[in-house]
């Protein structure tokens, strides 16, 4: 009896611990050495729904990624301190979730990444952070912050990373950032703060690596003392209507690799623009380069490493690779998107030795032709989204083979052939979002192709790739449709036939060919008809006693001869006098009548 309640209780212990450890219906969740990540994009959110996660997740949670679906609203939720039940969870986004204020007493002594973007956090104190030791990143952008207090971060001395972008900041602090000595990345962008007190920061943080101000209405950088912060690596000063580049101001930044200069008013390049730094990126995307004929200067990227280089949504109407001057032998990487080119032209990278990445979004680009310039043969990425593809050439194999990574997204495409797909499986990241997806047809291909990259499905947004028709399944992701009852079977989905054309096809095929075969055996019947009824005719008239053979003939000789008929002997022929010379036929009286008729005296 003991023994049979023990295993009662087991297998109770064994259900609620299934129970406790199953995903919340909401949610994806990955399972790697008994640690869970959980991505909770599903639906929107309140705090009931919220609450009842909490409680189904196990306490080995690493990561958990709350954010609402695409244009479905905001998740609407309050921060609860039932996190800090999860002592090892070391990541936690809560994005889009209308959280008005952060907890005050956290407790979550493994986080190291905390994502907070786009909430209504409208205040910050210090004890918000007291509890997260480790936090290395840390992102408000797109709250509701104005006034950050001194001493706020003080608490957090293993930061790494900062973003306050997008708030409504316009005043900071005296020491706002004393005391973290390991931060290296600062973003401040989109806020409205006066270039004095941000020069007041760089004395806290003269090791900051990373600093992006775009979009803070800076008319000029001469003022922005960048010589407080030797280090620099990364600047971003893109959106602030800058006309020249501030080449002067630069050059005290030997370490500057990475620089963004977009969405500003730049319609030249001059000479020896950026001499002096180490860049390697450069970012000069949505200025006014396509607007002046002598935009690029022959020495405008002269002695710098420059490697990648974005000139996309610069109203260029053609491109020519020989722009790009002392840059043309080491370039790998080159976005000419947003502009107004409509075929793939060799004069685009033809100069171009070492090129290996190439953006050509968002363009007027009809088609990809079945013969490619030389060099894309070498290209490990294309972008060639936004466009108005539809089909990918029989041959995209042999004209992209060293293809690794396509974003096909916000095309036209419906499905993919056989081809295509064999294509697309040899390509480790393939981005497919805002197509208009065909999911009555040839879906399941692609569905095999998504599930080969399950892990990458946050990556490659595989929520977002969704069907449009049938009416039945549009709008669900392409990845959640389990049964499919329209889709081509044997050649038809190569040219995007559904199941139903298909049949129709084969059904008229044979209907054809039955058609055809009742001819053919129609008239082989009617010729066996004829053959035979000659033939029984013949036969009759074989069996005709020999005592006949002159009166049947048709000829007036009266010779006799052999009983062959005579040449031209027709059967069917027989004479007027021949019936009357024959005596009819028939059967001699019997014996046996003659006695009965004597009998009876006849």
Partial sequence: MLLVLLILLLNQINLSSAFIQS??????????DGSWSVYCRKTVIND???ADILNQLPLTLKSLHIQPPPNRGPNKLRWSDNINRFAQLKVLRLIECQIPQMSRTPRLPSLEVLDLRSNNIDHATMSNFGGLPKLRILDLSSNHLNHLPTGVFTYLRQLRSLSLSNNSITDLSANLLRGLGALRVLRLDNNQIPIEQINNLFSDITQIEELYLNNCQLQSIEKLSLDRIPQLRNLGIGGNDLGLIPTRELQNLAHLSVLDLSNNSLQEIVACAFCGNNLTRLDLSHNLLGLSKTAFHADAFR?????????????MNDFDSTYLGWAQDIIESLAISGNFLKTF??????TLKNLLHLEMAFNTIAHIPVQLPSRYYHLESLNISGN?????PDNIHTILPNIKELDISNNKFTSFSYSDLAFLNNVDRVYMTGNKWDCSCAIQGLQVHMRDRHAMRHILNYDQVQCASPSLVEGHPVLAITEVNDCAVLFGARYGLTQTSEMLILL???LLIATLLLILLGCFYCCRERQYKGSYVTREHSRTPLTMANTHSCSSSTNDGPLSPPTGFDPFCVSTETFKSTPPLIPPPSTHQKSTAAYFGI
């Fill in 23 to 32: 995903c919340p219906i909401q949610c994806e969740c990955d399972q790697i």
């Fill in 508 to 510: 008229t095929a044979l």
């Fill in 388 to 392: 108005q593809i539809s089909y990918f």
């Fill in 303 to 315: 002695n710098i490493p420059l490697k990648h280089l974005d000139l996309s949504f610069n109203h």
């Fill in 48 to 50: 009931t729904v919220f």
């Fill in 345 to 350: 032209s060799d004069s685009y990278t033809h």
